[in-house]
DNA sequence: ATCTATTCCTGGCTGC
DNA sequence: TGCAGCCAGGAATAGA
């Protein structure tokens, strides 16, 4: 599942192929990956060339002088530099003789294309690293609901996923069910510390290598492995040796150690 | 504002 | 061994 720090190896994986390149062109392979639209325009950006690649949450970002092209991994979804097509590839974007494959399983991967930023993109809250602790606190200042959810909302904190969400909570010490807008000054900027050190851990260690997720050459991450709460039900608390428990919040499997986690 | 359920999709798992 | 049934899950959407 591509989240944040997936996507930025994702990209500075592809940066030195893609940049500057002229894109020839695209083949939509199955047509539900791309957005309303986008086909149309992504033949209009054939014969220009890539700007920048940039990510953006968890957008990849294609920036040409007369448009963008965003593409969204959702949780199977690759993206690979000159890899053999197959049965998953959804999509081709053509560089000369050189190719960039969208792959996905499931089909759940978005292109969006148009002339500037899709909605998708331009509703993004903050990127957590232009967020400074005090503007976190601000953010999070009469919120009504639970920390969890809050922070799997794109819309509140770009780039956060199931697993950094949890992740960061345990690195916190703070209970997924928390009331996001009760957190003490002191625990609200534990959490912000938590959540830049996780995502910098996690981009340094390659990403998190859960099901499918590989970068732009096809390298798996090893962020798994230091995982210290997430998918690790049962097992002993690396701070404490309480097992780690399981409940599910907002539809999603939440891991986190009871102890060091307590409720309040 | 916040919550829940539903939808999309398919590999992998469970249980018989 | 085979197969039906269920599950995971990011995000949009509808409805409460």
Redesign the pocket.
């Known amino acids: 599942?591509p989240e944040l720090p997936e996507v930025e190896c994702i990209v500075r994986s592809l940066r030195p192929h893609v940049e500057g390149r002229r894109l020839s062109g695209v083949d939509i392979r199955s047509p539900?990956v791309a957005a309303p639209g986008a086909a149309a325009w992504l033949g209009r950006l054939a014969g220009s060339a890539v700007l920048r690649i940039e990510r953006r949450?968890?957008f990849i970002l294609l920036q040409f002088d007369s448009g963008i092209c965003a593409i969204?991994l959702?949780?199977?979804g690759r993206l690979l530099w000159n890899a053999i097509p197959g049965a998953w590839t959804r999509a081709v974007f053509a560089f000369g003789q050189d190719r960039l494959l969208l792959d996905d399983?499931?089909?759940?991967a978005r292109i969006h294309a148009g002339p500037q930023l899709p909605d998708?993109v331009a509703r993004l809250g903050p990127e957590p690293f232009a967020l400074t602790a005090a503007g976190f606190r601000a953010r999070l200042q009469?919120?009504?609901?639970?920390i969890k959810?809050?922070l799997?909302d794109?819309s509140f904190l770009a780039g956060l996923?199931?697993?950094y969400v949890d992740e960061s909570l345990h690195r916190a010490r703070i209970h997924p069910l928390a009331q996001?807008?009760r957190l003490s000054r002191p625990r609200a900027e534990a959490l912000h510390r938590a959540i830049l050190a996780v995502l910098e851990e996690a981009i340094a260690a390659g990403g998190s290598s859960i099901s499918d997720y590989v970068d732009g050459a096809g390298r798996k991450g090893g962020f798994q492995r230091l995982h210290r709460v997430y998918?690790r039900h049962g097992q002993p608390c690396p701070d404490c040796g309480a097992p780690v428990r399981r409940i599910v919040v907002?539809?999603?499997?939440t891991w986190f150690c009871p102890r060091c986690q307590p409720r309040r």
């Open positions: 599942m539900r949450g968890k969204h959702r949780m199977t399983i499931r089909q759940f998708e009469g919120r009504r609901g639970r959810p809050l799997l794109q996923g199931n697993i996001a807008g998918g907002a539809q999603r499997g």
